[in-house]
């Protein structure tokens, strides 16, 4: 799949620091929001009720994740997202890692 497809979809979830507005997760997340899309941030080391800790807890069927986020936590989020049935993940440069890509790729999610 092409990054271009990806936008296609309309639900997103950014992973990241998406309320550090020097942040680039913050930038894309507002840049998705202002841009008509439906989109949720999630931060699993946020302590806020503006963003989710996990991806279960958005109430939208999330389509596609962009991925902004450390890769040591970034491979819970890749796992939980297989469970949720999620397979479409655009993984920003320094939030890729052998281990999330060999993981998609073994489990057939689109990155």
């Known amino acids: 799949m ?12 950014v992973v990241g620091d998406v309320l550090n507005e020097s942040k680039y997760a913050s930038r894309i997340y507002h840049k998705f929001k202002n841009s008509g899309y439906n ?11 503006k963003v989710y800790k996990s991806l279960r807890e958005v109430p939208f ?5 962009d991925l902004c986020i450390n890769p040591t936590l970034g491979i ?7 469970k949720l049935n999620i397979d479409k993940i ?3 440069p320094g939030a890729e890692s ?3 890509l060999d993981y998609c790729r073994s489990n057939k999610m689109n990155v």
């Open 2 to 13: 092409e990054v271009s497809e990806l936008f296609s979809y309309k639900n997103w979830a």
């Open 39 to 49: 989109v949720a941030g999630v931060n699993p080391r946020e302590k806020s009720d």
């Open 61 to 65: 069927k999330i389509e596609a994740i």
């Open 76 to 82: 819970n989020i890749v796992k939980e997202a297989r």
């Open 90 to 92: 655009l993984i920003q």
């Open 98 to 100: 052998r281990e999330i």
